[in-house]
């Protein structure tokens, strides 16, 4: 049984952060089409402090077999003056299956510049914690 959605989820992104959007959209604009210079360049100076320009950590972290098929922003919440959480979805193309995801991506304010904010652990030392 396929089941439909009640109704299409509307996003809910106040004024304040419509350039922060732009920002979001750039940067995954850049990781669909592989671009990762671009992408980089939007990450933010604490994750360049802990990872080099490598495509190579881009394509661990997205994985290969998976075909981004659109991102998008469906609201904000504010963490403090200088970082949020974007509630997202993303739909995707895994084999012969379309599916849609939903996610939580952090995002930071550098010098009144938005950058994405990803995990800068390294994953030993996620699992050193567990």
Do not use: C, M
Not at 29 to 50: G, H, M, P, T, W
Not at 67 to 83: S, Y
Not at 112 to 124: A, F, G, I
């Amino acid at each position: 049984v396929i089941k439909k959605s009640e109704k299409p989820i509307v996003p809910e992104i106040p004024e304040e952060y419509k350039p922060l959007v732009k920002v979001f959209d750039e940067y995954w604009a850049a990781i669909k089409k592989s671009d990762f210079d671009s992408a980089y360049k939007l990450e933010s100076e604490d994750y360049k402090k802990v990872y080099a320009k490598d495509p190579e950590v881009y394509k661990n972290r997205f994985g290969r077999t998976v075909k981004l098929v659109g991102i998008r922003a469906l609201g904000v919440k504010k963490i403090n003056e200088k970082e949020v959480i974007i509630r997202a979805s993303v739909g995707f193309k895994a084999a012969q299956l379309d599916t849609v995801r939903f996610f939580a991506d952090r995002w930071i304010k550098e010098n009144d510049t938005w950058r994405h904010l990803p995990d800068t652990k390294k994953p030993e030392e996620n699992a050193s914690k567990k």
